[in-house]
């Protein structure tokens, strides 16, 4: 008797890694993109000041935050003045050209911000910006 349909051979099923490949590439370019523009943010809310001029820093900076009552933060640990000169010094001890930026609230003290200033300078910093917003 003859058979109404030819016997088909039975393919193995195959998984095709070439769509996948490029999936995974895709992924791995947008997390390499997205974590470029990653901030730190274990920050506190500074109101800091407004100014018609200023310029934009490139690259890493330290950041030292200085609140309403004098309190100094670095990362969201509170330091105390002593602890300030040596973060900056391990900070500076790779390149002594780094920038660091003072983020003042602008409800501080004058004198607040003048310790802080005095202690990064006497740690060896040179490079330091005060940080405001642009108007």
Same mark, same amino acid.
Not at 45 to 63: F, H, Q, Y
Not at 74 to 96: F, I, M, N, T
Not at 105 to 112: F, K, L, P, R, V
């Given at each position: 008797?003859?058979?109404?349909?030819?016997?088909?051979?039975?393919?193995r099923?195959?998984?095709?890694?070439?769509?996948l490949?490029?999936?995974i590439?895709?992924?791995?370019?947008?997390?390499?993109?997205t974590?470029?523009?990653?901030? =730190?943010?274990?920050?506190?809310?500074?109101? /800091?000041? +407004?100014?018609?001029s200023?310029?934009?820093?490139? %690259?890493? #900076?330290?950041?030292?935050?200085v609140?309403?009552?004098?309190?100094?933060?670095?990362?969201?640990?509170?330091?105390?003045?002593?602890?300030?000169g040596?973060?900056v010094?391990?900070?500076?001890?790779?390149?002594p050209?780094?920038?660091i930026?003072?983020?003042? =609230?602008?409800g501080?003290?004058?004198?607040? /911000?003048? +310790?802080?200033?005095?202690?990064?300078?006497?740690? %060896?910093? #040179?490079?330091?910006?005060?940080?405001?917003?642009?108007?």
């Amino acid at each position: 008797m003859k058979k109404l349909l030819p016997e088909r051979r039975r393919e193995r099923p195959q998984i095709i890694v070439t769509n996948l490949i490029d999936v995974i590439l895709l992924l791995v370019f947008f997390f390499m993109v997205t974590s470029s523009f990653a901030r =730190d943010t274990r920050r506190l809310p500074i109101d /800091v000041p +407004r100014a018609s001029s200023g310029a934009v820093i490139e %690259g890493e #900076t330290l950041t030292f935050q200085v609140n309403k009552t004098g309190g100094i933060t670095l990362r969201g640990e509170a330091l105390d003045l002593d602890q300030v000169g040596l973060r900056v010094k391990e900070y500076l001890a790779e390149d002594p050209n780094r920038g660091i930026l003072v983020e003042a =609230d602008q409800g501080a003290e004058y004198g607040h /911000v003048v +310790r802080v200033l005095d202690a990064i300078r006497t740690a %060896g910093g #040179t490079a330091i910006g005060l940080s405001t917003r642009i108007q």
